[in-house]
């Protein structure tokens, strides 16, 4: 395997062997490399389908700003190599209970305001976040859960209120203060490590709204937590962010709105990738997560007056398509 005997020359230890660690949802495959007490990760991530410049220069910035992200020991770019310190394999999402969450989103929480801190990847030109993108993101809610998964065929009314609310939402976005966005810190994404959390899965990193990250940690896709709770951990993220300099002085409920509507474009944005990665890419097991993901769309419609209409075609017309497919999901 060409990997293998890369990594084994990099590491100068003929005998390695490769242990597979796991795959994700990109094309990426990880394996631990074991030598006595020490290991290593070594990753594949085909140059024609992963961004593995990106990759390098993130987590080198990353572990420069004193974030516990995998340092790349060595690469080749153009096979796609990569030798990175590994990190373990603790997860938080297995890890979460209710004991130890206030701990663990506290870690999180402080590590988010020092990621946000940054303002220049060396080395590599991190793109903006700009209305392209959020709009490209949320075409893939009617195009792969809408149309591909309910095989519900959208009316006029139906356009018009998701055009409406995409665009709702675009300005929401495009209107808040600009940093640091990692795009995926969840609690698939961060490890159990000594001065943590780890840091993973990072190379989609934008320069976009300071809203994002947080709400993909405390509205987690993979895991759900009570509204009191995630009101005292907003809390604490603005503290923090306002003592660091990245948040400027705003009205708590002002920042919620900003928060909820920014989750509402990442969760129809998860809920289209939830679904083409079935029928794309025949990874059927983020389908049972979809429910979980949209309980959080239909709460934040439900919750602010404008988008009322929205909220009233979800029950009409959405509900009951999706009952349909997800018959022992609680919508």
């Known amino acids: 395997m ?43 991530a ?6 593995n410049p990106a990759f390098v220069a993130i987590a080198n910035t990353l572990v420069d700003a004193g974030l516990q992200a995998p340092k790349v020991l060595d690469r080749n770019l153009e096979q796609g190599f990569l030798l990175l310190a590994d990190l373990g394999d603790r997860l938080y999402l297995p890890a979460l209970n209710e004991d130890n969450a206030d701990a ?41 859960f809408l149309s591909r998964h309910l095989q519900l065929e959208l009316d006029d009314e139906g356009r018009q209120r998701l055009a409406d609310t995409f665009n709702r939402l675009c300005q929401s976005a495009l209107d808040q203060p600009r940093v640091f966005v990692h795009r995926d810190y969840h609690s698939r994404n961060l490890m159990l490590v000594e001065d943590g ?3 993973i899965d990072f190379q ?26 995630i009101e005292a951990w907003i809390a604490r993220y603005q503290s923090r962010a306002r003592a660091a300099g990245i948040l400027p002085a705003m009205v708590a409920a002002d920042f919620r709105r900003d928060f909820d509507l920014m989750g509402m474009q990442r969760h129809l944005k998860a809920i289209g990738i939830f679904a083409r990665l079935n029928y794309r890419d025949g990874k059927d097991g983020y389908l049972k997560d979809i429910p979980r993901t949209f309980g959080y769309v239909r709460e934040v419609a439900h919750r602010y007056p404008e988008l009322a209409g929205f909220a009233d075609w979800l029950e009409r017309t959405l509900i009951p398509a999706m009952a349909r497919k997800f018959p022992d999901a609680d919508l």
């Open 104 to 144: 663990l989103y506290d870690g999180a929480i402080d590590a988010l305001v020092r990621m946000q801190k940054i303002r220049h990847v060396e080395g590599f030109e991190l793109p903006d976040y700009d209305e392209a993108l959020l709009r490209r993101e949320m075409q893939l809610f009617p195009d792969w």
């Open 197 to 199: 959390p780890g840091i």
């Open 204 to 229: 989609d990193a934008v320069w976009g709204p300071i809203t994002y990250d947080l709400v993909s940690l405390l509205r987690d896709c993979y895991i759900a937590w009570p509204d009191t709770r």
């Open 46 to 51: 085909p140059p024609e389908h992963e961004n």
């Open 2 to 44: 060409a990997l293998r005997d890369w990594a084994a020359a990099a590491l100068d230890y003929p005998g390695a062997r490769l242990e597979t660690v796991s795959g994700d949802a990109s094309f990426r495959r990880y394996f631990r490399i074991r030598r006595s007490q020490e290991t290593w990760i070594a990753v594949d």
